[in-house]
């Protein structure tokens, strides 16, 4: 369904605008396909945030999270289907984890933030920004900025984690796990796991 809406606007954007070529209107359609495509999915997982009585939570998730994500990129499900079970898995998930720890003594809880740091540190070095063979990063500038942006986003989030009071001990698991769920998804196995491919690798010629 979601194809056929964006076909059926990206046809009409082509006969209003017919310079556009085949490359311009795949990245068309694939913004498209984003756009329509996140709007019910994240009425799903703010529907299922709310029954589970986790929505402030999950929309706090969703936005404190936003600029690494944007920055670090990630793996893509391939179907809508499969992207509308991940991603209230990823947040709701993590609102409730966040929501039963809320009792962890402060040195254990520095402890895992530097554990998360050095991991994305590693992991951000190897892969962002990971980007996929459907929306790819060829720009040597625009991967630069991306990969400095991931570094300073993802330590700023754990820095914010680190310096919280006990009282808000909750958003500061929410930003701990969120840092390393988002690490986790630039990972080779990840890739694998979603049958995803790194775009720079694939149109590296």
Known sequence: MIDKICNFILERIKKEMPDIDEERAEIINYGLQMIIGETPKLLIMFGIAYILGILKLTILAYIMLLPYKYFVG????????ACTITT???????ALISKALPFIPPTYRYIAILLVWIFSIIVITMYAPADTENVPILRKKERKLKKIMSYITMTITLLVAII???KYIIVSNILTIG???HSIFITRPMYKLYHNK???EVYAD
């Open 198 to 200: 790194y775009g720079y």
């Open 179 to 181: 840092c390393l769920i």
């Open 88 to 94: 209230p898995s990823i947040y709701c998930g993590n």
């Open 164 to 166: 919280l009071p006990e």
């Open 74 to 81: 990630g793996v893509h499900a391939k179907t809508h289907i």
